[in-house]
């Protein structure tokens, strides 16, 4: 059965930096996702991405955070100058059509900030 | 076993009980609710949907009932297996999709 498959599993950044979390959708879906979720706290989405640009974003989503589609099978999440509250699991999800209903996750990333 | 709300977070029961996992959600005009089972170390995984036009929807081992006048969810499970252990959390959808914090079931063989 096709996945969504997320790199790294896990990632320790000292505060300040940027850090990459990259996630590889399932081949034929056409909408992705950011998710994230502090450790014990809900999910909380973070922005969806269709047709090469965001399509919609949370209050979360700041200039802070950027996504991109450098290629035909990554989507990536960007997160410059790195706070401790940004330490969190993030997850990738991506769907078919945008019906949230056909979203399938990944496994997440978990990002330690320090 | 049950659960009230997001202020018992956690539910254990024994295997082959009925479990009933309970969520209040906060928008009024949601039309669309899943329920979601997150794995230990993994991401949330599909369990069942629901409208807003509709009060009962039954899955393999699942039912999801709809409360629209008091704002309430429930996600039924019979049978439950050790294998249903994991954290449960609702999602209400309007224009976004927006999560509860979940409940633990933990299942005692």
């Known amino acids: 059965e096709p996945e969504v498959t997320q790199t790294p599993s896990h990632q320790v950044t000292q505060m300040g930096q940027e850090v990459i979390l990259r996630c590889v959708p399932i081949?034929?879906?056409?909408?992705f996702y950011w998710y994230r979720q502090i450790l014990g706290q809900k999910v909380e989405f973070l922005v969806s991405?269709?047709?090469?640009?965001?399509?919609?974003k949370s209050e979360i989503f700041d200039d802070q955070f950027s996504v991109e589609r450098p290629d035909g099978s990554n989507f990536t999440l960007k997160i410059r100058s790195t706070k401790l509250e940004d330490s969190a699991m993030y997850f990738c999800?991506?769907?078919?059509?945008?019906?949230?209903?056909?979203?399938?996750f990944g496994p997440g990333t978990r990002l330690l900030v320090l | 076993g049950e659960s009230v709300g997001l202020h018992l977070p956690t539910l254990s029961v024994q295997e082959g009980d009925n479990s009933i996992i309970n969520c209040a959600y906060s928008?009024?005009?949601?039309?669309?609710f899943i329920w979601y089972k997150q794995e230990s170390g993994k991401g949330p995984q599909f369990i069942i949907d629901?409208?807003?036009?509709?009060d009962k929807r039954q899955g393999q081992r699942v039912t999801v009932l709809l409360n629209k006048t008091v704002k309430h969810l429930s996600l039924q499970i019979a049978a439950t297996q050790p294998g249903d252990s994991a954290v449960y959390f609702c999602?209400?959808?309007?224009?976004?999709?927006?999560f509860g914090a979940g409940t633990r079931l933990t299942v005692k063989p």
């Open positions: 999602a209400e959808i309007k224009d976004d999709m927006r």
């Open positions: 081949s034929n879906h056409l909408y």
């Open positions: 999800a991506s769907s078919v059509n945008s019906g949230v209903e056909t979203q399938y």
């Open positions: 928008n009024s005009a949601s039309d669309y």
């Open positions: 629901i409208r807003s036009n509709m």
């Open positions: 991405f269709y047709n090469n640009e965001i399509s919609e």
